[in-house]
């Protein structure tokens, strides 16, 4: 006769697979209510699963495998990015530079479809594209595909699905069997990661995907295929590059990893940048820091004491000093590492304070933003949580832990 427990967790795993499907499926980024409603639900049910309810390895992967496959046949309908992932991989397809051109220098001589079609769908007509070369390969394998007659969002996700779970199978092969469901539950099975990672093709979830099976290498002493998955992560967004003098001043192997990991970076930049423009890549990336706000942190004391001060939004300032004292402060946990480790600190509670001082330092912070440091806090007794309500003005993030400041030096 099933258990209690066991009907618990067949009741509460229909309801969070419920509320993911409203989401994905009928909620929209003008849909508040539905926002609200469909999030509160799944981020309750998700709490339950992983905190109240023991599950087993086995449940916790069929549930993680069963809500990300639902999530690939959803159009992304709480961001309007996809459309910039289908426009670059057009433009690349039909043999044009989406680096050195922005959508509205080219939408003069691109008047026929598919491109009049997204034009006016595309939230940074006049940008450049910011997509590292990993990205932009999936967006090219999604438009073939769709030639071949596959949807190409579906493919995209099915892409992203697919290395997703292999990171999954992979990071819960090196853990403990007492770690395992733990690390399946409270990242595999956090909406955020699901919504936004697949639902809404945010790209951090292939790149946390990829660290996973980095990481899986490394612990099975296969240091070339580590390193590569590592300079493949970073080919997706250039984030864990903010790893890289933890995990040097931290090396055991005297930093042969690490000159693998700059090998595989270069051979699989430098042709990218060979073959395309990089000065817009650059500029977007500057545009960033000095122009786009929203959801910050520290900034938003910043500009309100610099506007009382000078009457003017100082971020062309603030932006990029705001990243120079983040870059300074890794760089300085970084240098005092091996000192942190053997006070007790492991190398995730580390990295957890590199991507603290990087999430304060930011002048815009979205939703999936939380999808790394959520991955990197599972391994650690801090837990990060978000709302991921992307309609709203201003999600809602926090952190809870017994000791945050511990980690911050």
Not at 80 to 90: K, N, Q, S
Not at 121 to 147: C, D, E, M, R
Not at 200 to 224: C, D, I, P, Q, R
Not at 397 to 402: C, K, P, V
């Amino acid at each position: 006769m099933p258990s209690v427990n066991g009907f618990r967790v067949y009741a509460v795993s229909l309801v969070f697979i419920g509320a993911l499907y409203f989401l994905l499926f009928h909620a929209g980024q003008h849909t508040f209510f539905y926002i609200v409603t469909g999030y509160s639900i799944a981020f309750l049910a998700s709490a339950f699963l992983c905190f109240y309810l023991a599950l087993s390895v086995q449940t916790s992967g069929f549930l993680a495998a069963l809500s990300t496959i639902m999530a690939v046949f959803s159009f992304p309908a709480l961001s309007d990015d996809v459309y910039r992932f289908l426009w670059d991989g057009y433009l690349i397809v039909d043999g044009i530079d989406p680096l050195r051109f922005t959508p509205s220098e080219l939408i003069a001589g691109l008047s026929y479809e598919p491109y009049t079609g997204l034009y006016p769908k595309l939230n940074s007509q006049n940008y450049h594209t910011v997509y590292p070369p990993v990205g932009q390969l999936i967006f090219i394998l999604a438009i073939l595909a769709g030639k071949w007659g596959l949807p190409a969002v579906v493919a995209m996700k099915a892409m992203y699905a697919t290395i997703h779970l292999l990171g999954l199978m992979a990071i819960t092969q090196c853990l403990k069997a007492e770690h395992r469901s733990r690390i399946l539950t409270f990242y595999g099975l956090n909406p955020l990661v699901i919504i936004e990672g697949i639902g809404n093709l945010h790209a951090e979830v292939v790149m946390v995907g990829f660290l996973f099976v980095a990481f899986w290498l490394y612990k099975k002493n296969k240091s070339v295929g580590s390193a590569l998955c590592f300079a493949l992560a970073v080919a997706v967004k250039l984030l864990p590059l903010m790893f890289l003098p933890l995990l040097w001043k931290l090396s055991k192997d005297k930093g042969r990893w690490m000159a693998y990991v700059v090998l595989f970076i270069g051979l699989i930049f430098i042709p990218f940048f060979w073959m395309y423009y990089v000065g817009g890549f650059v500029d977007s990336l500057d545009l960033y820091f000095r122009k786009f706000e929203f959801n910050a942190g520290l900034y938003y004391v910043l500009r309100w004491v610099g506007k009382v001060i000078t009457g003017y939004n100082l971020i062309q300032w603030l932006g990029p000093s705001l990243a120079l004292l983040a870059l300074l402060a890794i760089l300085k946990l970084s240098w005092q590492s091996r000192w942190l480790a053997v006070s007790g600190y492991s190398v995730a509670e580390l990295g957890l304070g590199v991507l603290m001082f990087y999430l304060f330092s930011l002048t815009t912070l979205h939703p999936w933003y939380l999808i790394l440091p959520l991955a990197v806090s599972a391994f650690t007794q801090y837990r990060f949580y978000g709302s991921g309500l992307t309609s709203l003005p201003g999600p809602i993030y926090f952190m809870m832990a017994d000791n945050t400041a511990k980690i911050m030096g």
